[in-house]
Every structure is written in structure tokens, then in C-alpha cells.
């Protein structure tokens, strides 16, 4: 990594200095937002994991969860919108040594690069995906996603949305996924640790991670933030274990959360070497 550089006003006192461009300090995330949240769980279960972050790449998409890679002082990558997961599953195929790590938010990975997602399952590769949910479009302006719950309004859903929204979870484990959690932003202990464990494990593992948007979600739907975390303290119920058909998200009711896949299978690239080496005569 290169060295330190800090704003002038901004001395490197904070522990994850070394990890974020604080040069790019203040963020664009909205007060309330989130993402803030999730990233610095982030940035703190790569330190604590082991690997080596001179081999650790993250890439993101578009949106304001894609914004989290140009704050770190990684190897970053903000690519076209919906295409985080095929970057990295290039760069994974063309450095197996790297640790490739993929944050960016549910519009990105679900709706528009929800077909990377699954397929990217389907064949295990060796990266790990983290998933901002926060149940909109934010960024590009308040449209509903393959996230929003039925009846929620958005920009493009003003009556309330008609569609089922997808489970994450259920979604990654049928696709194939061999790591699969559910957090939100207030059980930062449990995420950092899912996200830390997640590193270490070989194959695709994904973690969602539920966190308000208070501008493009919450205005449209009466709830500010701390309303938001007030359903995230009494709505919620850890089951870890738990088998992703079971992992309900019903804002109205309750939301499960936990470690529900951790399992080993043989990875893309596995396979692939088993295939081509030794080279075909
Ligand atoms: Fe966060 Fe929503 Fe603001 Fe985007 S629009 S920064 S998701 S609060």
C-alpha cells in the first residue's frame, strides 16, 4: 500500500488512516445514511482478517455504496453500473493470488447486475460480494428495486410498489453461494466478524447488510432513520444456522438475521486447473 497521506487538518490518528484515502474525506453519503456504517466494518474486518491487503483488490459499481472503493486506499476499481461482479470475477481469473472483494449496493448487484450475481454463484468464483441493502435506488433517484418491499413507495412506484421483492440469502444460497449472512447496520460486531470470516473462506460468499436510506427511501415512506434502526432493534431475530427459506425479511413484522451457509465446494478455478493442466498435447 502506499504510504499515508492525510488532509492537513485531518491528522492520522484514526485507526483505519491506513486503509482510507482520507484525502477524499468529507464523503458524499447523506447524514443518516447507512453505508458509512457498513464500510468501516469493512475496512475493519480486512485488517483484523490476515490476508494480505498488497493482494486485496475492491471493486464496486455504480450508486452510493459503489462510491466505497474510491475511499479506500486499496487497489480500487468503480466500474459501469451492475458490472462490479464481472470486473471482479476477471481479475480473480487473471490473479488467482488476489483477494478480490466486491462492495457496492442492491440496485447494483440485484437489479441491473443481478444476472453477474447468480452466475457468478452458480460458479463459485473465489471472491467476496457485500451487499448494501437498502431497499431503493438511492443515488440515481429513488427508484424501486429488486429490493423494495411490496407496497413501498418510490419515485417510480408513487401508489406503492406492486412487485415481491427478492430475499438475498435464499437467492445466493440457490445460486450457489458457500458463505451466506444476513446483518444489519446496528449489529456491526456480528457483521465485521461475518465479513472477516467471509475473507478467509475459499468460493463466493456474499453478506447482506440492511442499512436506512433516509433521502431516496425514507422520505417517500414516512420513516427516518432512527425509525429505521428502531425496526432493526425490535424487529429483528439472529437464527444462525438457519436455512435461507426461512430467513423472512417482513419490515412490518420481523427479520431474520445470522450466519445461514458456510459450506466448502470446489471453486471455478478448481475446476478449471484440473481441466487444463497439464495442457492439452
Ligand atoms: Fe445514503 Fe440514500 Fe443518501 Fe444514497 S441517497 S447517500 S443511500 S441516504
Not at 486499496?74 to 490473479?95: C, E, Q, V, W
Not at 468464483?125 to 451487499?131: G, K, L, N, Q, R
Not at 446483518?183 to 453478506?207: M, P, Q
Request: charged share 20%.
Amino acid at each position: 500500500m502506499e504510504k499515508v497521506k492525510t488532509r492537513p487538518d485531518h491528522p492520522p490518528n484514526h485507526p483505519l488512516d491506513a486503509l482510507l484515502r482520507t484525502d477524499r474525506i468529507p464523503h458524499i453519503w447523506c447524514p443518516g445514511c447507512g453505508i458509512g456504517t457498513a464500510f468501516s466494518s469493512c475496512m475493519v474486518a480486512m485488517q483484523a482478517s490476515g490476508i494480505d491487503l498488497n493482494k486485496t483488490v475492491m471493486v464496486s459499481g455504480i450508486g452510493c455504496s459503489g462510491r466505497g472503493a474510491g475511499y479506500t486506499r486499496l487497489d480500487s476499481y468503480h466500474t459501469t453500473h451492475g458490472r462490479a461482479i464481472p470486473f471482479a470475477t476477471g481479475m480473480k481469473l487473471a490473479n488467482p493470488e488476489l483477494n478480490v472483494v466486491v462492495f457496492s449496493g442492491d440496485g447494483d448487484l440485484f437489479a441491473i447486475g443481478g444476472n453477474h450475481f447468480i452466475h457468478a454463484a452458480r460458479r463459485n468464483m473465489d471472491i467476496t460480494v457485500i451487499c448494501v441493502n437498502n431497499l431503493i435506488y438511492g443515488m440515481t433517484g429513488g427508484q424501486a428495486a429488486a429490493t423494495t418491499p411490496c407496497m413501498a413507495k418510490t419515485t417510480t412506484t408513487p401508489r406503492g410498489n406492486p412487485d415481491t421483492p427478492f430475499s438475498l440469502p435464499l437467492l445466493a444460497f440457490a445460486a450457489g453461494a458457500t458463505y451466506v449472512a444476513r446483518w444489519t447496520i446496528l449489529h456491526t460486531r456480528d457483521l465485521t466478524k461475518s465479513i472477516e470470516e467471509a475473507l478467509n473462506r475459499r468460493g463466493f460468499s456474499f453478506i447482506e447488510v440492511l442499512a436506512p436510506c433516509p433521502t431516496g427511501y425514507g422520505r417517500k415512506n414516512k420513516e427516518k432513520s432512527l425509525d429505521t434502526l428502531k425496526i432493526y432493534q425490535e424487529r429483528t431475530i439472529i437464527k444462525n444456522g438457519a436455512h435461507p427459506m426461512d430467513a423472512v425479511m417482513d419490515f412490518g413484522n420481523s427479520i431474520t438475521l445470522g450466519k445461514f451457509i458456510d459450506q466448502d465446494r470446489p471453486t471455478f478455478s478448481d475446476r478449471y486447473d484440473k481441466i487444463c493442466r497439464p495442457p492439452i498435447a
